[in-house]
């Protein structure tokens, strides 16, 4: 069974994101085809980049580092939960993701965004991240409104149809996620 991480990709205070990541992680968890995990990028308090060597190169002298690889490397699948910012991720994500490099290698990842569009525009952004980290992003992907799938633009109450695309989203990083740990594990050839 595959391990797969929901990352709550927000972390001002009074977030929207932490409740989208538990309402996706209380779908998830009726599922059992694989396990799921809530991962809080505030857990980690991560600064600003600060490690000397690029992460291409695989050598970590920092704590705040090393517990940040383990905790991702420990995934076989990803589901990110994304605000919007000014048409993208939150920069607390995309630094967090920038800390790493071969811990996201050869792994599925789906997208959990919200925003006025549905965090579309984020979720695009994050999809290129992805394939520079050879992270495979599954098609499906949950688009919540704040004008519709939230109160107040503040209080979750996504619409019916919105368990639907969880699901959908889950039922492909899933299968993408056992492909590609059979890939990791060296039972598939890695072909150029
Ligand atoms: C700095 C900032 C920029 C934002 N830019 C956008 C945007 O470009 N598009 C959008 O749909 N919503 C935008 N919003 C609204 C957020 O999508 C909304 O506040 C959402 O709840 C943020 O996620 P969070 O509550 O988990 O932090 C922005 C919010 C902030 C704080």
Request: net charge negative; proline share 5%; no cysteine.
């Amino acid at each position: 069974m595959i391990n797969v991480a929901i990352i709550i990709g927000s972390t001002r205070p009074g977030r929207n994101g932490e409740a989208v990541a538990r309402w996706v992680h209380d779908l998830a968890a009726t599922r059992d085809d694989a396990q799921f995990e809530l991962v809080d990028l505030k857990d980690f308090g991560l600064p600003h980049l600060d490690e000397a060597m690029p992460p291409a190169m695989g050598h970590y002298d920092l704590p705040h580092t090393r517990k940040w690889a383990d905790k991702i490397s420990s995934f076989d699948a990803y589901v990110f939960v994304t605000p919007e910012y000014n048409h993208s991720t939150s920069g607390a994500l995309k630094n967090a993701i920038d800390f790493l490099y071969a811990e996201w290698h050869n792994k599925a990842a789906g997208f959990v965004g919200y925003g006025s569009l549905g965090g579309a525009r984020a979720v695009e952004h994050l999809r290129l991240i992805m394939g520079e980290l050879k992270v495979a992003g599954v098609s499906s992907q949950v688009a919540l409104s704040l004008a519709t799938d939230f109160e107040n633009f503040s209080v979750l109450k996504p619409a019916a149809h919105q368990e639907r695309a969880v699901s959908a989203m889950l039922d492909e990083v899933v299968a993408w996620g056992g492909a590609l740990k059979a890939l990791r594990d060296g039972t598939t050839p890695a072909r150029p």
